[in-house]
T-cell receptor, first 111, second 111 residues
């Protein structure tokens, strides 16, 4: 039981490049979330999904897209990376009691 | 900003002392949760308190919730060096599946 996994762990992009972050969970959870964490800002919700085939916007969705084609996977895409998207990205899934289980994070630097 | 606020931002105590941190939030909630984050790692769920509960215990953790003041406190008793981490509160907004995280309290426990 791996819980929530994220790939890659680190990535450096040049401005304008695109990439996809993958989140996978093996707990059969319906709800999944993508957050970004910046120094002194706590976690901010980017997008979330309440089930396979559904997505919804969070607090800071601009510049990101997501897809939930399979229940266990939640993908976060950056179509044209900007330096303001330099951050640590966390994926989480939600258990039946409302608690969230977090992945280890992806550290992204955009130059 | 929709984010909650934690107080204090940083706290340094001696091993064996108690640590108290506070969280204030802005919206009506279903529940409030506390998470721990060790440096460079993902968040780990500690405890969840529902909006109709006033106090909850889990091991050395005690959480209180005052919905009239929109505030919560986390007490860690008999702290240990291993408790050194950042602590975040997260609120589940009523009527949504979204979570709003506070800005965190950095706790340092000195051996």
């Amino acid at each position: 039981n791996a819980g929530v996994t994220q790939t890659p762990k680190f990535r450096v992009l040049k401005t304008g490049q695109s990439m996809t972050l993958l989140c996978a969970q093996d707990m059969n959870h319906e709800y999944m979330y993508w957050y970004r964490q910046d120094p002194g800002m706590g976690l901010r919700l980017i997008h979330y999904s309440v089930g396979e085939g559904t997505t919804a916007k969070g607090e800071v969705p601009d510049g990101y897209n997501v897809s939930r084609l399979k229940k266990q996977n939640f993908l976060l895409g950056l179509e044209s990376a900007a330096p303001s998207q330099t951050s640590v990205y966390f994926c989480a899934s939600r258990g039946k009691g409302g608690e969230q289980y977090f992945g280890p994070g992806t550290r992204l630097t955009v130059t | 900003s929709q984010q909650g606020e934690e107080d204090p931002q940083a706290l340094s105590i001696q091993e064996g002392e108690n640590a108290t941190m506070n969280c204030s939030y802005k919206t009506s909630i279903n529940n409030l949760q506390w998470y721990r984050q060790n440096s460079g790692r993902g968040l780990v769920h500690l405890i969840l308190i529902r909006s109709n509960e006033r106090e909850k215990h889990s091991g050395r953790l005690r959480v209180t919730l005052d919905t009239s003041k929109k505030s919560s406190s986390l007490l860690i008793t008999a702290s240990r060096a291993a408790d050194t981490a950042s602590y975040f509160c997260a609120t589940a907004t009523s009527g949504t599946y979204k979570y709003i995280f506070g800005t965190g309290t950095r706790l340092k426990v000195l051996a």
